[in-house]
């Protein structure tokens, strides 16, 4: 196999619906690390009255910890800023004006849950 079609894998990689966790433990912390199995670390991101938003945590510029960024208010959406180089991305659809792309999950409530569309199972602790 040659290596596109491994990186085309990689990009296919199934999704589905995972729990997170409780929207009333979600909610007492705007940034958090999640962990999930086998896979990338993701920053979680919580916005008063009960909007969440799903990343990788690693930056795409040199992977600083974007669960330790600050999130600020653009009205019809948020962006984080990067604690290492003050980067920001838009945290509904990943877009910088820098060019980089960073990875966003679609993430759901359900009944007092939060679920989220990723490829493996994710934790609060590692
Ligand atoms: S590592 Fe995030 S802006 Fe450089």
């Known amino acids: 196999m040659v290596m596109a079609d491994l990186d085309n894998l990689k990009t296919k990689e199934e999704l589905s ?6 929207i ?10 999640i962990y999930m ?5 993701l920053a979680l991101f919580y916005v008063e009255p009960g909007k969440f938003f799903l990343t990788n945590a690693a930056c795409p510029h040199a ?5 330790q ?6 009205g019809e959406t948020y962006k984080i800023t990067c604690p290492l180089h003050y980067y920001s991305f ?11 792309h960073l990875k966003t999950y679609q993430t759901e409530i359900r009944e007092q849950e939060l679920y989220a569309l990723i490829p493996r199972p994710v ?4």
């Open 17 to 22: 619906w995972h729990l997170v966790g409780q």
């Open 37 to 41: 199995e086998n896979g990338p670390n």
């Open 63 to 67: 992977k600083g910890p974007l669960e």
């Open 123 to 126: 934790s609060l602790d590692r």
């Open 69 to 74: 960024g600050s999130i600020e208010d653009l």
């Open 24 to 33: 009333e433990v979600l909610k007492t912390k705007p940034c958090r690390k």
């Open 90 to 100: 838009d945290l509904t659809t990943g877009r910088s004006a820098s060019g980089l």
